[in-house]
């Protein structure tokens, strides 16, 4: 379902959120992808990962985007973050690799 609306025409744009959660003591890294679609904006849950292979993010969303809408690249606007100075420096590699 994502990927067949991620592709179709209709959808000419979306944007990357990223945050950064704990859950049972360990820390997360959470993306999610915004876009509007059939007059409604939509807010989908990609993907959740440990910290621990955060050397590795960048790959694994490239990878996802990828199998998911080949195109992402032209239709990828904006990234996101919860703008907590922990997160940007975290994931400050990453998200200069997305844009």
Sequence with gaps: MLSSILNNNSTCAFALVN?????????????????????TLHNFHLVAMPHHISKNIYEL??????????????????LRSDDENTMTRKFQDVITQLE
Excluded: M
């Excluded at 997360?28 to 509007?36: C, I, L, P, Q, T």
């Excluded at 490239?62 to 998911?68: D, E, K, T, V």
């Design 61 to 78: 969303i490239a990878r996802l985007l990828n199998i998911l809408c080949s195109s992402w690249r032209t239709k990828f606007i904006d």
């Design 19 to 39: 945050d950064d959660f704990i859950y049972y003591n360990r820390s997360y890294f959470d993306n999610r992808v915004r876009f509007y679609h059939n007059d």
